[in-house]
């Protein structure tokens, strides 16, 4: 190879790509797990390789000089077309295997359930569930969908709306018997509230004070009672009789159906602004299985919406 056509080391070009995306060394370290130091090194590495400044450096700011704004969508592209390509070079090996990534208690309370339908209309296909928060780096894993919890804006992601969701009350049925019945809010106060803490933060979603404001109750301290760091935690208390949930509908949905849990009031059901969607590599095509795991899982979230469960 002659010299004028030399590559840089592909970390070097990786460490610059999530850096200029960014605009941020930082925030670039934290999407490759390395270091801030880390990233000045590669980039400074890549600089001297092109013999010329990507970035400018403006106190703690960065920016891309004319050379980094023109590599910048180019390498881009690039990396996208080699996560494609390796993902060719793996499909005949996975092509019956569906890598799914979904928030722990999304996965836990209502698509882990689920999942034997669709494994009894696909006999032939197997579906890995990864349950993770973070967000998934397509390029660097295995993963074919990620289910996720937001506004469905996902930078360089297709998303596509399973369902909406909204909160309300629920508590085991055994709390609607004994000295304090739950009849109306205000019978709160005699009873422990539990709070969903989870690090997903929807604006909209009411905490047990905006819930019993906007009901008019003033006789309950909202702030008061346990919190919980998981969705699923705060409705399994709540199954077990440790006191009344403000939950997400969804996650709350298979054990209302089941009877572990009851909505207690009429008017108890806030719509909140977040919603579960399906994300995807825009310049990935979905394989086939990918494809009909998509259409199942709307049509069983449509279901869930329509019967109230």
């Known amino acids: 190879m002659a010299q004028e056509d030399r590559l840089p080391a592909l970390n070097a070009l990786r460490a610059f790509e999530a850096a200029a995306r960014h605009l941020s060394f930082t925030r670039a370290a934290e999407e490759l797990n390395v270091t801030p130091g880390a990233i000045s090194q590669q980039i400074r590495q890549l600089e001297e390789f092109a013999g010329a400044p990507l970035f400018r450096r403006t106190g703690r700011q960065v920016l891309l000089t004319d050379a980094g ?52 209309l696909n006999p032939e296909a197997e579906v890995w569930v990864s349950a993770d928060l973070a967000m998934t780096d397509f390029n660097s894993s295995d993963i074919d969908l990620a289910l996720r919890y937001g ?3 996902y930078e360089g992601l297709r998303a596509e709306k399973i369902m909406s ?56 301290d909202g702030n008061r009672g346990p919190r919980f760091t998981q969705s699923s935690l705060v409705v399994e208390a709540a199954a077990a009789g440790r006191g009344v949930a403000l939950a997400k509908f969804a996650i709350a949905s298979g054990d209302l159906e089941r009877g572990r849990l009851i909505s207690p ?6 719509d909140i602004d977040f919603a579960y969607w399906i994300v995807y590599p825009k310049w990935r095509t979905p394989s086939k299985l ?12 449509q279901a869930s919406e329509v019967i109230g469960v």
Do not use: Y
Request: with cysteine.
């Open 69 to 120: 704004q023109a590599a910048l969508p180019l390498l881009t592209n690039a990396f996208e077309m080699m996560s494609e390509a390796v993902h060719h070079m793996r499909a005949p090996a996975r092509r019956d295997r569906l890598m799914v990534s979904s928030a722990p208690s999304f996965a836990a309370k209502w698509l882990a359930p689920r999942l034997e339908k669709f494994q009894e």
């Open 151 to 153: 506004k469905g804006i």
């Open 165 to 220: 969701e909204s909160c309300l009350p629920v508590c085991s049925p055994d709390l609607m018997s004994g000295p304090h019945p739950l009849r109306s809010p205000a019978d709160l106060t005699h009873h422990v509230l539990l709070h969903d803490e989870s690090p997903e933060k929807d604006p909209s979603r009411p905490d047990w004070n905006s819930w019993l404001k906007a009901r008019g109750v003033t006789t309950v």
């Open 265 to 270: 009031f009429a008017d108890g059901s806030s």
């Open 290 to 301: 990918a494809r009909t795991f998509m259409a199942w899982l709307k049509s069983e979230a």
